[in-house]
């Protein structure tokens, strides 16, 4: 009888312990599952903005470019009309007088328009920035991933433990009912 109560002892850990390692293992799985998709989101975001800024930063040199070539453009047409226009000087000052006026109202606007294009490179800096310490950010947080992975894969590896220490218990409970069935039957004979 003893033996009997001490096999349903044992029957009974088994059973909590079967329990307790399933609960334990559907709970990482699902919060690890739920981590890693919110992450995997969170980094696709981030690398779209990542690609826009990257785009822009792009058009910004394009325009700075081509704006650095009109400057230049114009200001060798000012240089060669400049030359062309001093042998006759006395006759066209006038005319040069106003063409001077329009001209510098050109350099002023674009002047104006590198000092834009300048603050808005200098905010695309500052968000690349940003971007970059959100992107440190994520790669801290996949490393917090893939260390909680590591966590998961040591507790299923304690709940393998686990179960096979209760498998060998299990064994172990056997070969005892075996013996006492067998020194039962020799009892009785």
Avoid: P
């Avoid at 000052?93 to 006026?101: D, T």
């Avoid at 992975?149 to 433990?161: G, I, N, S, Y």
């Avoid at 064994?171 to 013996?179: D, I, L, T």
């Amino acid at each position: 009888m003893a033996d009997e109560k001490k096999i349903r002892e044992i029957y009974g850990v088994k059973s909590v312990l079967d329990e307790a390692a399933e609960r334990i293992e559907a709970t990482w799985r699902e919060k690890l599952l739920r981590e890693t998709g919110d992450l995997r989101t969170e980094n696709a975001l981030l690398r779209a903005q990542l690609d826009e800024f990257n785009r822009k930063l792009v058009e910004a040199r394009d325009r700075n470019e081509r704006l650095e070539a009109d400057c230049n453009e114009r200001v060798a047409f000012i240089e060669e009309k400049f030359e062309l226009d001093t042998a006759s000087l006395e006759l066209e000052n006038n005319e040069l007088h106003a063409a001077s006026v329009r001209y510098l109202a050109d350099a002023r606007e674009l002047d104006r328009q590198v000092v834009q294009l300048h603050a808005e490179a200098v905010a695309m800096v500052d968000e690349i920035e940003r971007l970059r310490g959100e992107r440190d950010a994520a790669l801290k947080a996949q490393a917090e991933l893939n260390d909680a992975l590591l966590a998961q894969r040591d507790l299923m590896a304690e709940v393998a433990a686990l179960k096979d220490r209760l498998a060998a218990t299990e064994q172990r409970a056997a070969v005892a009912e075996a013996k006492v069935e067998v020194m039962t039957k020799m009892k009785d004979e």
